[in-house]
T-cell receptor
Framework: DAGVTQSPTHLIKTRGQHVTLRCSPISGHKSVSWYQQVLGQGPQFIFQYYEKEERGRGNFPDRFSARQFPNYSSELNVNALLLGDSALYLC???????????????FGAGSRLTVL | GQNIDQPTEMTATEGAIVQINCTYQTSGFNGLFWYQQHAGEAPTFLSYNVLDGLEEKGRFSSFLSRSKGYSYLLLKELQMKDSASYLCAVSGNKLVFGAGTILRVKS
């Protein structure tokens, strides 16, 4: 089975531009979460979507937006890019782990955004 | 809000045992996760604790004390491939990650 897939893997933008990042969850997973990971830090929660509805939002400005499509794939959009937006953007889909019963996030490989 | 603390870096020798601690403060608690992240890769799930006590999974074990807001990840029989960042994450209304502990395993 394919894991969580993200595109593009790497991209370079300049300040003020916008970017769209894409994510396809594991087949059967209905929940998608987006995280931003700056070098040397843990992932920071941006959004969670479930069944196309926003279920949670982290402490990020309105320049960040997302949506989930009927096939459960998702897009993260960032407008008016700043240098500080340079980071690895991780998408994760979740399902209940059979052994532990926990709602476990499975991450994609990420999209590395560099803003110049 | 939520606050998670873990050491920044640790170094251990191949074959040894290492314990990575995590303390947390949270307004809601639905469980604590440990993830492993190799440099340049995505985090991968290691363990989950929701009740107090020790969960063992092969060479890795994780412990939780909810009353103390404390967890640790225990890695036994260390291998070079265990060199990675280990992320403690607490689940409340969202999953919040600590900054991670970089573990370096030396021969």
């Amino acid at each position: 089975d394919a894991g969580v897939t993200q595109s593009p893997t790497h991209l370079i933008k300049t300040r003020g531009q916008h970017v769209t990042l894409r994510c396809s969850p594991i087949s059967g997973h209905k929940s998608v979460s987006w995280y931003q990971q700056v070098l040397g830090q843990g992932p920071q929660f941006i959004f969670q979507y479930y069944e196309k509805e926003e279920r949670g939002r982290g402490n990020f400005p309105d320049r960040f937006s997302a949506r989930q499509f009927p096939n459960y794939s998702s897009e993260l959009n960032v407008n008016a890019l700043l240098l500080g937006d340079s980071a690895l953007y991780l998408c994760a889909s979740s399902n209940r782990d059979r052994v532990s019963g926990a709602n476990v996030l499975t991450f994609g490989a990420g999209s590395r955004l560099t803003v110049l | 809000g939520q606050n998670i603390d873990q050491p920044t870096e640790m170094t251990a020798t191949e074959g040894a045992i290492v314990q990575i601690n995590c303390t947390y403060q949270t307004s809601g608690f639905n469980g604590l996760f440990w993830y492993q992240q190799h440099a340049g890769e995505a985090p991968t799930f290691l363990s989950y604790n929701v009740l107090d006590g020790l969960e063992e999974k092969g060479r890795f074990s994780s412990f939780l004390s909810r009353s103390k807001g404390y967890s640790y990840l225990l890695l036994k029989e260390l291998q070079m491939k265990d060199s990675a960042s280990y992320l403690c994450a607490v689940s409340g209304n969202k999953l919040v990650f600590g900054a991670g502990t970089i573990l370096r395993v030396k021969s």
